[in-house]
T-cell receptor
Framework: ETGVTQTPRHLVMGMTNKKSLKCEQH?????MYWYKQSAKKPLELMFV???????ENNSVPSRFSPECPNSSHLFLHLHTLQPEDSALYLC????????????????FGAGTRLSVL | DAKTTQPPSMDCAEGRAANLPCNHS???????VYWYRQIHSQGPQYIIH???NNETNEMASLIITEDRKSSTLILPHATLRDTAVYYC??????????????FGRGTSLIVHP
């Protein structure tokens, strides 16, 4: 138990569906992250919310839409996904990213295994 | 782009020390080095971090070279449960000025009986 909970753990969806992934942290952190991990590839950072700033990877398609209503909750809204979006989606939290030299230990959830048919 | 270089794979006999190297020659002067591991299909787990001095905790030891361009994670008595992918992480400055942890491909460590 890392203090970061992701739901659902597994999700199968069709290309026309709309679904959302949820992440919740109970660690008092104020930064949250979404990562995508495809088979045999490194973790790819998708989005970061730190305090009220959002950082995003410009290569992430618009069919992925993040939402961070407060510092404890993070969502990833999915619509019209493609089969190549099938992957493990990981959420993490940490204290705020801070400037150079700040300590930034991340705690990860167990992930959502997404299959797009 | 990841700013660290690690061997893609290593193996180690159970009970022996596992020494996992990492090159981070472009690390900024006061940025930390972090190590995580990921057991198959689980989320990465934090192990240890360091700045300049060597560090030790209940999981591992971290040796950082004096010039800070490389480090070595040491698992002193590896067990079969230490089989995992080990990531050496430094933060990278992105547009907007934020510093973001960046994962590379890591080292796949296999501990054998």
């Amino acid at each position: 138990e890392t203090g970061v909970t992701q739901t659902p753990r597994h999700l199968v969806m069709g290309m026309t569906n709309k679904k959302s992934l949820k992440c919740e942290q109970h660690l008092g952190h104020n930064a949250m992250y979404w990562y995508k991990q495809s088979a045999k590839k490194p973790l790819e950072l998708m989005f970061v919310y730190s305090l009220e700033e959002r950082v995003e990877n410009n290569s992430v398609p618009s069919r992925f839409s993040p939402e961070c209503p407060n510092s404890s909750h993070l969502f990833l809204h999915l619509h019209t996904l493609q089969p190549e979006d099938s992957a493990l989606y990981l959420c993490a939290s940490s204290h705020a990213t801070g400037g150079q030299g700040a300590k930034n230990i991340q705690y990860f959830g167990a992930g959502t295994r997404l299959s797009v048919l | 782009d990841a700013k660290t270089t690690q061997p893609p794979s290593m193996d180690c006999a159970e009970g022996r020390a596992a020494n996992l190297p990492c090159n981070h020659s472009t690390i900024s002067g006061n940025e930390y080095v972090y190590w995580y591991r990921q057991i198959h299909s689980q989320g990465p787990q934090y192990i240890i971090h360091g700045l300049k001095n060597n560090e030790t905790n209940e999981m591992a030891s971290l040796i950082i070279t004096e010039d800070r361009k490389s480090s070595t994670l040491i698992l002193p008595h590896a067990t079969l449960r230490d089989t995992a992918v080990y990531y050496c992480i430094v933060r990278v400055r992105v547009s907007g000025g934020s510093y973001i942890p960046t994962f590379g491909r890591g080292t796949s460590l296999i501990v054998h009986p």
